[in-house]
């Protein structure tokens, strides 16, 4: 194999490791309840939703307003304490969660979410706005609980990407197959 092919094939390798599928899942509009919700988001990874309301499993129900937790109603509520685990079979980056809008600080006042990752970062989710920008990578599951008084809504859309294969992984295997190569010929030889 002339340099130059060799050549080629490492730079599409590591070009191949700095592509990633974004993808932005819209929960709205759906209808039912089921004990888990799965997606596949790209490049195999499947994301899967489950919840728990006053500390036990509990269906996750889909409607015009996206992902809630059965239960009362079905919003997705603080008073019964629920909860939302966002769980993914390979690593990926949150770049943004967004809540119903027309939900979100509605009669029951100023919604509150907190937001928990497998990475270990938590914060509360509160405002005027029912989107955020989160940009948490590298991340394998993350929880939303609704807290503070009387927070119900829904869950609309999360937008994540699966993480690449880091470059070192594809330059180690071209040193694999390089030194395969060399080995080759000194067998021939």
């Known amino acids: 194999m002339s340099f130059q092919i060799k050549l ?14 974004a993808a932005t899942i819209d929960f709205t509009g759906g209808a039912g309840n089921a004990p888990a919700f799965n ?3 790209g490049d195999g990874t ?5 919840g728990t309301r006053k500390g036990r499993d509990a269906n996750i129900t889909m409607n015009r307003g996206g992902l809630g937790v059965k239960g009362g109603v079905n919003h997705f509520q603080s008073w019964g304490r629920e909860t939302m685990t966002f769980s993914f079979t390979s690593a990926v980056r949150l770049n943004s ?17 907190r937001y928990t990752d497998s990475s270990g970062f938590t914060t509360i989710l509160k405002g005027g706005s029912n989107y955020w920008e989160l940009g948490a990578d590298n991340i394998t599951s993350f929880t939303l609980s609704a807290v503070g008084n009387w927070t119900s809504s829904f869950v609309s859309a999360v937008d994540v ?6 470059a070192s992984a594809w330059m180690f295997g071209s040193a ?10 000194k067998v021939k030889k």
Request: without cysteine; hydrophobic residues 50%.
């Open 8 to 21: 080629s094939v490492a730079s599409l390798a590591l070009a191949a490791s700095f592509a990633t599928t």
């Open 39 to 41: 997606q596949v988001i």
């Open 46 to 50: 499947t994301m899967a939703v489950s």
């Open 97 to 113: 969660l967004t809540f119903d809008s027309g939900t979100w600080n509605d009669w029951t006042g100023k919604d509150q979410f």
């Open 161 to 166: 990407e699966a993480v690449p294969l880091p």
């Open 176 to 185: 694999l197959l390089g030194l395969a190569g060399m080995a080759r010929r």
